[in-house]
């Protein structure tokens, strides 16, 4: 994997049997989408991350082994991602903790963030299909997993209420953007009792 931070902005390679991904992290207010994973419903949560977090991401290059399934290409990805976002943020000049709650429609879901540098995912969220599309909605808790481990942020996500699942979905990564946009603003002093976020 090769890992390329300037300034705000962090650049991501990385290539497996299984995928090639090269991409973009940047902090720069705009909340800006750039590319495309070939995947129609990720995209859509990608823009509506990037829009809420005010986030931009260039995702300069995905292939993916898509002719197996789309596992392999959503875990990279949101592992890039999460590689990415550890390298561009020094934690212990964050307020380190956000959270939201979110409606959309009928569905209403929290989002609760600590980027304390450990790595741990509660997903709380059913499904009443089992595809948003094509898309598998079991790999919406993938892709947060590979994010919450290669980030190292402590997240918990859980659905309040909901029944249909793009509404759930869409909630879920509104909420994850807002709380991300909180938790990553800058502090003056370190929020830790040990006086370090590792």
């Not at 390329?4 to 991501?12: F, L, M, P």
């Not at 934690?91 to 963030?113: N, Q």
Request: net charge negative.
């Amino acid at each position: 994997m090769k890992i390329e931070k300037r300034a705000n902005r962090c650049y991501v390679e990385r290539e497996t049997f299984e995928t090639k991904i090269k991409l973009w992290l940047i902090d720069d207010g705009k909340g800006d989408f750039v590319g495309t994973s070939k995947i129609g419903f990720l995209d859509h949560m990608l823009k509506t991350f990037c829009r809420f977090s005010t986030l931009s991401l260039n995702l300069e290059q995905f292939e993916a082994d898509l002719h197996v399934d789309m596992h392999h290409g959503v875990e990279d990805l949101a592992l890039a991602l999460g590689v990415g976002f550890r390298e561009l943020f020094d934690y212990s000049k964050t307020k380190r903790f956000g959270h939201a709650i979110v409606p959309m429609d009928e569905a209403l879901t929290m989002c609760s963030i600590d980027l304390s540098g450990r790595s741990l995912l509660n997903f709380q969220v059913s499904f009443e299909t089992q595809t948003i599309g094509d898309f598998p909605v079991e790999l919406l808790e993938e892709f947060f997993k590979s994010f919450a481990n290669n980030a190292r942020i402590t997240l918990h996500i859980v659905k309040m209420f909901g029944k249909n699942s793009h509404h759930i979905a869409e909630s879920i990564f509104k909420a994850f953007a807002i709380a991300v946009r909180s938790a990553i603003e800058k502090s003056e002093s370190i929020q830790s009792t040990k006086g370090v976020i590792d």
